[in-house]
């Protein structure tokens, strides 16, 4: 994929769920994979033109794994001009060490987020952007079916009530195919995920498992992803937005 497509799919999403405003300043969260560094590459270039002025910080949570070496995303974000901070943790250590967790991604994920917004207030973000993808809906609609019993997935734009700051997927309508082709093209500098449970989640079972139902049912995707565009999950429809209805926050 190339940057000119990237951009395009991004704000379109941007557009069609009303993502940004004028004067937001936006914290990316960079976890150094493909996603998040596409994210920051598409951000990073649609503020020199999108009608809507607003800037952007690159924010790592370090989790305190030894050996993890961010200073290739420094360097990129010097290239792209945008101000990167690494927030140092221990989350590794009392996750794996401490409490021993044997599902810990659902502790992980809430520590992360927690140090992610406490940066980005600091900045004076009000805004934060997410990678999470085309494919990344579908698995989350999927994995609320299978696990939870009910017809769900995040949305588009979240308000959360506890830090005061909105969140934003730009990535939305972006193919993981797309992402991974575009990391290729414009060399990345992706950094390996030290994680002991990475690749042995839920989720990645839920991806292959949607991988071979695609396969044998050709569109599938298309039609999962117009399933929940359609529906009354609190902030898809966007025929809400068109009679000027916020998403549900």
């Known amino acids: 994929m190339k940057l000119k497509k990237l951009l395009s799919y991004t704000r379109r999403a941007l557009d069609d769920y009303n993502m940004i405003d004028d004067g937001d300043k936006i914290a990316i969260g960079i976890s150094g994979g493909k996603d998040s560094l596409t994210l920051l590459y598409a951000l990073s270039h649609l503020r020199r033109f999108y009608p809507k002025k607003f800037d952007i910080e690159a924010i790592t949570v370090s989790m305190g794994f030894k050996n993890m070496d961010f200073s290739p995303v420094e360097q990129l974000c010097k290239e792209l001009g945008v101000n990167y901070t690494v927030v140092e943790t221990q989350i590794a250590d009392i996750i794996f060490s401490h409490r021993k967790e044997t599902n810990p991604c659902s502790l992980c994920a809430k520590m992360r987020k927690g140090a992610f917004n406490i940066k980005a207030k600091e900045l004076g973000c009000n805004k934060e952007a997410y990678a999470h993808h085309y494919d990344d809906v579908i698995e989350t609609m999927m994995m609320s079916l299978i696990y939870e019993g009910r017809f769900y997935c995040f949305s588009p734009v979240t308000y959360l009530s506890k830090s005061d700051i909105t969140l934003i997927r730009p990535l939305i309508y972006v193919h993981e195919a797309d992402i991974k082709g575009f990391r290729n093209a414009y060399n990345l500098p ?40 359609t529906s009354n999950i609190p902030g898809w429809n966007k025929s809400d937005l068109l009679l000027n209805t916020k998403p549900t926050r």
């Not at 042995?200 to 050709?218: A, D, F, G, P, V």
């Open 190 to 229: 992706v950094i390996k995920n030290p994680c002991p449970v990475d690749g042995y989640t839920k989720r990645q079972y839920t991806k292959e498992l949607i991988k071979t139902l695609n396969s044998e049912n050709h569109g599938l995707k298309e039609r999962l992803f117009h399933a929940i565009q």
